[in-house]
């Protein structure tokens, strides 16, 4: 049974309407963008702050997310703070 092997945020997230994994993506959503914004930090460590272990994985994350890869976001939107958040909730 899932509901055995969720955690108690889980549970209790679920009985308010909200998934947990859907929490996190907007989570992980709202930090890339964040930094992606400052050249200074390297996606190589966004990579790691949002909880990947390799680039790839994070990259095909992301272009799940913005229908673009990290590097190519950053080099649109860097700039353009007001264009920052357009993603997959936004775009429709």
């Given at each position: 049974?899932?509901?055995?092997?969720?955690?108690?945020?889980?549970?209790?997230?679920?009985?308010s309407g909200v998934e947990f994994s859907?929490?996190?993506?907007?989570?992980?959503?709202?930090?890339?963008?964040?930094?992606?914004?400052?050249?200074?930090?390297?996606?190589?460590?966004?990579?790691?702050?949002?909880?990947?272990?390799?680039?790839?994985?994070?990259?095909?994350?992301?272009?799940?997310?913005?229908?673009?890869?990290?590097?190519?976001?950053?080099?649109?939107?860097?700039?353009?703070?007001?264009?920052?958040?357009?993603?997959?909730?936004?775009?429709?």
């Amino acid at each position: 049974d899932d509901e055995d092997r969720s955690t108690p945020l889980q549970r209790r997230l679920a009985a308010s309407g909200v998934e947990f994994s859907e929490l996190l993506n907007t989570v992980r959503r709202e930090a890339a963008v964040r930094s992606l914004a400052n050249k200074n930090i390297p996606i190589s460590q966004i990579t790691g702050q949002l909880g990947y272990a390799d680039p790839s994985t994070f990259g095909r994350w992301f272009k799940s997310q913005f229908q673009v890869t990290p590097a190519h976001w950053r080099e649109l939107r860097t700039g353009h703070p007001e264009l920052a958040f357009k993603g997959r909730d936004q775009a429709h």
